[in-house]
């Protein structure tokens, strides 16, 4: 079925699965990510699996014309896989013939996904911001472990507040100027890099706007802006649950890239996730 097929009730066992799972409560694995993509990629589709009448499972994808699978939101999405009860015995075969499909493709598949981690190329370590003990202690960490680093960001924003004017951090900016700001950063530092602009595919500038309006409990829109003066001068856009803030689209205005605005902002979205109760920042 559709994204938007889904029931209520159904949404709530989707939901609830997530909070019976050891993993964190990443908001790309939320059902209101899997609707947002419905809205903007017409193939998107859920299979839902039943014990009786009660769903015991959730596997989000996209179908294309040849049956070839592929995760949801596939080329943006930073966490993959299936939606399970712990302990379902489930065949990954047998599902993708449910879903009439010939092959499930993924790149960012969440960690003990049973289903499909047998089939993965590679493995890596995912990058975080542990801030489950508070900002203070995490700084206190950074301190020890790379005070170099530390002093010297802290020195750059001070630096920043007395050349350009003073520095004001947003953690949640509602103003859509700053996104479509952000946007057009980012789409020049893809270019600038070599790498292909996402931002040059329209359902992925449609997809961000669609979740910068999402305000659900466990997958909310973000947008954290560094201002100097009345001056944005970095920003990122990402998706947060009541536990973690997944990181997504950072970026900044080259023209105050000695000042290391990127970093400045990082340290200052770890500060305000922690005063908002969030544990950890997923890099990605």
């Known amino acids: 079925m559709g994204p938007g097929e889904l029931g209520e009730g159904e949404k709530e066992r989707w939901r609830a699965l997530r909070a019976a799972s050891e ?3 990443n908001p790309f694995m939320e059902p209101e990510f899997t609707d947002a993509v419905g809205r903007v990629r017409p193939q998107a ?9 009660e769903p015991a499972g959730f596997l989000p994808y996209e179908r294309g014309p040849l049956g070839q699978g592929r995760a949801i939101g596939l080329g943006v999405s930073d966490v993959q896989g299936a939606i399970l009860r712990p302990g379902l015995a489930l ?22 996904q049973r289903l499909f981690v047998r089939y993965a190329a590679e493995e890596h370590a995912g990058y975080v911001i542990d801030v489950e003990k508070g900002y203070e202690t995490y700084e206190s960490a950074l301190r020890a472990q790379s005070p170099k680093f530390l002093k010297t960001t802290l020195a750059k924003e001070r630096r920043l507040g007395r050349q350009v004017g003073e520095v ?26 070599g790498r292909r602009d996402r931002f040059a595919q329209e359902w992925i500038t449609r997809l ?5 309006r999402t305000r659900a409990p466990e997958c909310g829109g973000t947008l954290s802006v560094l201002y100097a003066g009345d001056r944005p001068v970095a920003a990122h856009f990402g998706l947060r649950s009541a536990s973690v803030l997944a990181c997504w689209f950072p970026a900044y205005d080259p023209e105050f890239a000695r000042y290391s605005p990127g970093l400045v902002l990082h340290l200052r979205m770890a500060e305000a996730a922690a005063a ?9």
Request: proline content about 3%; some cysteine; overall charge negative.
């Open 23 to 25: 993993a964190p409560r």
């Open 276 to 284: 908002e109760g969030i544990g950890l920042l997923d890099l990605g």
């Open 168 to 193: 004001r951090f947003v953690f949640d900016e509602r103003d859509p100027a700053a996104l479509r700001t952000l946007m057009e950063w980012k789409s020049a530092q893809y270019r600038r890099t």
């Open 45 to 53: 589709r859920v299979a839902v699996v039943y014990e009786g009448r």
């Open 208 to 212: 961000v706007g669609q979740l910068a």
């Open 91 to 112: 065949e990954t075969g047998e599902l993708l013939r449910a879903c009439a499909l010939s092959s499930f493709a993924f790149d960012n598949l969440e960690a003990e």
